[in-house]
């Protein structure tokens, strides 16, 4: 095993990427891996071809989020994951900059013996919304440079590189017309994923989850910080179910700038 080297991954690799994170559980789609390599350092190992280990560092300028942390089942507990974890650090390290990621209960314990601690938790919610119609505070918003704007101004670092991409991948770009606040909404097969939603108050929040839902229809998922309490209960009183929740944690910092009051609903765990 220790024949095999880090590397890094690229765009012709999404569909190896996708595999993989297939092989574990997860629900990749290629237009999420498109984001990552356009938006964040994609490092792996090949073994006979196959990409067999990869994860995804987001350059955020003055913090990061790293992402997509898989090892192939057989190749599992054989050091890889740590090894690729310490590369990434190692980068981090040396730029002076705080980690942030969210967690599975697998990848837990690799994120503490590196240091990393809980800095928040985000529940994913799931499920049809009842009766949308698009809020007249909701306009479609045409210039990908004001979410880059926007996100800015709540997220407290520099996220425009994956703003920039996600809209560009994004089935649904809505933006307030009362307050500051946006959302996009990819497509993932049989499910649209809602987010970010970044909105000053809930009602904003929520007129922008029903812009969404009247302009995709069918199946939404959003990430939400708990926190959000009063948004969470309105979503299940519309006919999302809680699907379970995860863990945020934060290396070299108590927390990350992106997990702000105004955050309702992660860009993706991937980004935060
Ligand atoms: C989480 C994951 C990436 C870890 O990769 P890995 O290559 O198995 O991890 P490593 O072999 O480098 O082990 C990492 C640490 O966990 C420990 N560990 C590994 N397998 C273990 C096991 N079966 N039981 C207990 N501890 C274990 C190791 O001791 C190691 O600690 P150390 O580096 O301080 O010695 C991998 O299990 C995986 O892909 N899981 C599915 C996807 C996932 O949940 N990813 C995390 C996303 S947040």
């Not at 955020?60 to 599992?76: F, I, N, T």
């Not at 704007?149 to 709540?154: I, K, P, S, V």
């Amino acid at each position: 095993m220790s024949a095999l080297s880090l590397e890094d991954l690229h765009e012709a690799d999404a569909p190896q990427n996708v595999a993989l994170s297939r092989s574990v559980g997860w629900k990749d789609v290629e237009s999420e891996w498109r984001v990552l390599h356009r938006a964040a350092h994609v490092r792996g190992v090949r073994h006979e071809g196959h990409v067999i280990a990869q994860g995804a560092l987001g350059d955020y300028g003055s913090c990061a989020s790293l992402a997509k942390m898989v090892v192939a089942k057989h190749h599992q507990g054989q050091g890889l994951g740590g090894r690729l974890l310490d590369a990434f650090l190692e980068e981090a390290r040396a730029r002076r900059i705080a980690v942030g990621l969210c967690a599975t209960e697998q990848g837990r314990p690799l994120y503490a013996s590196r240091g990393f601690q809980a800095s928040g938790e985000i529940a994913v919610l799931f499920g049809a919304v009842s009766g949308p119609s698009a809020p007249a505070s909701v306009v479609t918003l045409l210039d990908a440079e004001r979410a880059v704007e926007l996100d800015a101004r709540f997220s407290g670092c520099d996220r425009s590189r994956m703003v920039r991409a996600r809209a560009a991948e994004a089935s649904t770009r809505l933006e307030l017309t009362t307050e500051a606040g946006f959302a996009l909404a990819t497509d993932q097969g049989d499910h649209t994923l809602v987010g970010p939603i970044l909105a000053e108050s809930e009602a904003g929040a929520r007129a922008l989850l029903l812009g969404v839902a009247a302009a995709v229809g069918g199946k939404l998922r959003v990430d939400v910080p708990l926190p959000q309490a009063g948004f969470r209960s309105w979503l299940a009183e519309r006919g999302l179910s809680d699907m379970g929740h995860r863990v945020e944690m934060a290396h070299s910092a108590p927390r990350m700038p992106w997990q702000a009051p105004e955050r309702f609903a992660l860009a993706s765990q991937a980004w935060g």
